[in-house]
């Protein structure tokens, strides 16, 4: 496999996003429904991670907003130790294959900067050999090294900006989720100005109402 394509080197018809519900991911499933014409996109719901609900009410929101998605779930639940010897992106790289196989799809696309960790996959100790065999004939395609990640995230339509979901300890009330303020996303946007356009809270799942 090669280096990671960006998202500006895509040109196919078709790719599968590996989303989370926040910023990042939020920002390359835009980018790729305004490239393909079929697009699928995977969602990994960790249940052992404190703001992943969060998240993923956060992704079924921007989901409303799109109609060339098939939308496919994972759920699991880890509690310690040696994730079958992969990092959590090597594990979801192989939840991922069965979906990117049954649609034909060359591209799978993270919001991740995964450069550093692309010989990670290789090296892991996975029982089954045979997925990284077959990532031989895929593309991974994430951000630029150089790209303008606060402007990039802008020329996202305000309303999917503003149903995405970076903070990493939620504070639960009610029925809601508030941003913590203190996690290293919340205070990375507010260094970057993107406190302000980003949501403060977000309904707690399954009471997701669309955004006026």
């Keep these: 496999m090669a280096t990671p394509l960006t998202f500006l080197d895509v040109q196919a018809d078709k790719a599968l996003v590996l989303a989370s519900?926040?910023?990042?991911?939020?920002?390359?499933?835009?980018?790729?429904?305004?490239?393909?014409?079929?697009?699928?996109?995977?969602?990994?719901?960790?249940?052992?991670?404190?703001?992943?609900?969060a998240q993923r009410t956060a992704l079924h929101r921007q989901l409303q907003y799109y109609t060339n998605l098939n939308y496919y779930e994972s759920v699991y639940s880890f509690s310690g130790g040696d994730l079958m010897g992969t990092s959590?992106?090597?594990f979801t790289i192989n939840l991922s294959m069965p979906i990117a196989k049954a649609y034909r799809i060359a591209h799978i696309v993270t919001?991740?900067?995964i450069r550093s960790r692309?010989?990670?996959?290789?090296?892991?100790?996975?029982?089954?050999?045979?997925?990284?065999?077959?990532?031989?004939?895929?593309?991974?395609?994430?951000?630029?090294?150089?790209?303008?990640?606060?402007?990039?995230?802008?020329?996202?339509?305000?309303?999917?900006?503003?149903?995405?979901?970076?903070?990493?300890?939620?504070v639960v009330e009610a029925t809601c989720y508030h941003k913590c303020?203190?996690?290293?996303?919340?205070?990375?946007h507010k260094q970057t100005g993107l406190w302000e356009k980003l949501p403060q809270s977000m309904p707690i799942y399954p009471t997701c109402v669309a955004v006026e």
């Design 181 to 188: 303020g203190e996690c290293v996303a919340c205070m990375l």
């Design 88 to 90: 959590d992106f090597d």
């Design 111 to 113: 919001g991740d900067d």
């Design 21 to 53: 519900g926040g910023l990042d991911s939020a920002y390359a499933l835009w980018r790729m429904s305004q490239v393909c014409s079929t697009v699928v996109v995977h969602h990994v719901f960790a249940k052992h991670i404190g703001h992943a609900k």
């Design 118 to 170: 692309m010989n990670g996959y290789w090296t892991s100790a996975v029982s089954d050999p045979a997925p990284r065999v077959a990532l031989q004939d895929l593309h991974l395609v994430c951000r630029a090294d150089n790209e303008d990640l606060v402007g990039a995230y802008l020329t996202m339509p305000p309303h999917i900006l503003e149903v995405t979901w970076s903070c990493r300890a939620p």
